[in-house]
């Protein structure tokens, strides 16, 4: 690698995504700089007994597989992943006849992968059932899965792997791709992050007290816990500025806090560390960021920490939204979603007026927290040069940060 590789610019195509919202970036972009009176979450007592949660749910029908796919690659994972693609697929093709198959990388972001495949099998041995009764899909639950699957559909011979850091794991999956494309391993990155709603993160959270008892409702005084979604996000991320899009991920930055397998680091410090170095890396100040997209997840931990580490960096002026009260946490996903959702501010084509999306709450602030600059309905863009930031945090104190122009 040369000395300059770390400045070489990367660019990352129209992002192919699906969420609770809808399919493709536009309906999204639109449903969140015009919200609906009620998110489009939906309420349902099916995942935690006898309790009713709402769930960032994906409830439209999706692609199937091709008749002729292997077993080990069918998975709801991999089908919302699958159903998301398509929205891309015409410059998958661009970039295999452009760069070659073997020269396009994989890297992809979960946290449960197709582990649901196996609960059939679970569910028939907790009931005194022999293991054997039922085959183990082992391959559907392997982490490898996501982007296995996406280089063998798509006839791809790069570089391909996981990324599962909780909830900052689709924001490193980007990272992730802009090293191999600096380093010259790579000339295209599909890049991304897929997770659906399971049992297994579903109840773990519950078991944590941090489920909201309706509809999440960051930074307010009111607020008490986070909304579980689904989602999948991949963009195809190049060195070339005439591929799909001009758009940049223009600097990034990470951390890790080491303070509790659970709770972020009160004082916000390994935050605040992410946020500095996705600027310098950047070559940014905190001034010329225009919009943060937030973790935001609406639990107390969480919001406190962030606030504090946004003030410290950026002050109490820069615009700032939690999407996570339209789309639900998407735990694996969020930081690739949160990361289309900014390409789609910043993109002019699709939000010609240079709109912010209005942060859903309450309107109640808790007057312990740091003041922030949360949007509102009359919120823009004050630059024409527009960059934000996204905003990742996860278990194990995994902080992430993404810089995109």
């Excluded at 919202?21 to 999204?28: N, V």
């Excluded at 760069?99 to 609960?119: C, F, L, M, Q």
Aim: net charge negative; glycine share 10%; with cysteine.
């Amino acid at each position: 690698m040369n000395n300059n590789a770390a400045t070489v610019p990367v660019y990352l195509s129209r992002p192919a995504v699906t969420s609770a919202l809808g399919s493709g970036i536009h309906t999204h972009t639109a449903a969140l700089l015009n919200p609906p009176a009620q998110p489009p979450l939906t309420f349902s007592e099916q995942w935690v007994s006898g309790k009713k949660y709402a769930f960032g749910a994906v409830n439209e029908p999706l692609r199937p597989f091709a008749e002729d796919l292997p077993e080990y690659h069918q998975s709801r994972n991999n089908r919302l992943l699958w159903h998301a693609l398509e929205q891309i697929e015409p410059q998958i093709a661009a970039a295999k006849q452009r760069y070659g198959a073997g020269r396009i990388g994989v890297v992809i972001g979960t946290s449960t992968s197709g582990v649901d495949e196996n609960i059939p099998m679970f569910r028939r041995a907790a009931a005194g059932g022999e293991w054997a009764d039922l085959p183990f899909k082992q391959t559907q639950q392997l982490m490898a899965a996501p982007a296995d699957f996406v280089a063998e559909t798509y006839g791809l011979g790069g570089v391909r792997y996981v990324v599962s850091t909780a909830c900052t794991s689709g924001a490193r999956a980007l990272i992730s791709a802009a090293r191999l494309l600096r380093s010259g391993i790579c000339d295209a990155v599909i890049c991304g992050g897929a997770d659906t709603l399971s049992p297994l993160t579903i109840n773990g959270f519950a078991s944590l007290e941090v489920l909201s008892d309706g509809i999440a409702n960051p930074f307010s005084a009111n607020r008490n816990g986070i909304n579980i979604g689904e989602a999948a996000a991949a963009f195809i991320m190049t060195r070339d500025a005439d591929f799909d899009s001009h758009i940049r991920l223009l600097g990034y930055g990470a951390s890790s806090d080491a303070y509790h397998m659970s709770t972020p680091r009160p004082d916000g410090l390994g935050a605040a560390a992410a946020f500095q170095t996705a600027l310098t890396h950047a070559g940014l100040q905190p001034q010329d960021i225009g919009w943060i997209n937030l973790h935001g997840t609406g639990t107390h931990h969480n919001d406190s920490m962030e606030s504090t580490a946004v003030a410290q960096v950026f002050g109490h002026h820069t615009f700032c939204t939690s999407t996570k009260p339209s789309t639900g946490h998407t735990l694996g996903a969020a930081g690739a979603l949160e990361a289309a959702l900014a390409w789609g501010m910043v993109d002019h084509t699709g939000n010609p007026e240079g709109r912010l999306p209005p942060q859903q709450w309450d309107g109640c602030p808790d007057q312990s927290l740091p003041a922030i600059a949360l949007t509102d309905r009359n919120s823009t863009w004050l630059s024409e040069k527009r960059i934000a930031a996204s905003s990742s945090f996860a278990f194990g104190g995994s902080n992430a940060v993404l810089v995109i122009g």
